[in-house]
Nanobody, 115 residues
Framework: QVRLVESGGGLVQAGGSLRLSCAVS????????MSWYRQGPGNQRELVAT???????GYADSVKGRFTISRDNAKNTVYLQMNSLKPEDTDVYYC?????????WGQGTQVTVSS
């Protein structure tokens, strides 16, 4: 059973930083990609950032230059460093991993940015 365990959410003032972590319980070579999504009330879940097994990264336009995704293969962990946070970044952030032929989601972690 593949599990994704997220941590690092919380409350921060605008302009501040947070780092999210997501540990994936799977064999490293079986992980195709790891991504971060976010979702607010009544909104669709949207892709924030993604990193492939070859370390190719991609970002939503709204976070380019402020967020950085990275991974530690030794720990099977993906990180999302979020800088210059804005109130509109307030959402529940979800980790997603492609493992083998399936995709898996984490339970979500709340990020709240106060103005």
């Amino acid at each position: 059973q593949v599990r994704l365990v997220e941590s690092g959410g919380g409350l921060v003032q605008a302009g501040g930083s947070l780092r999210l972590s997501c540990a994936v319980s799977a064999i490293t070579s079986s992980i195709r990609f790891m991504s971060w999504y976010r979702q607010g009330p009544g909104n669709q879940r949207e892709l924030v950032a993604t990193i492939s097994s070859g370390d190719t990264t991609g970002y939503a336009d709204s976070v380019k230059g402020r967020f950085t995704i990275s991974r530690d293969n030794a720990k099977n962990t993906v990180y999302l460093q979020m800088n210059s946070l804005k109130p509109e970044d307030t959402d529940v952030y979800y980790c997603k991993a492609g493992v083998g032929w399936r995709d898996y989601w984490g339970q979500g972690t709340q990020v709240t940015v106060s103005s």
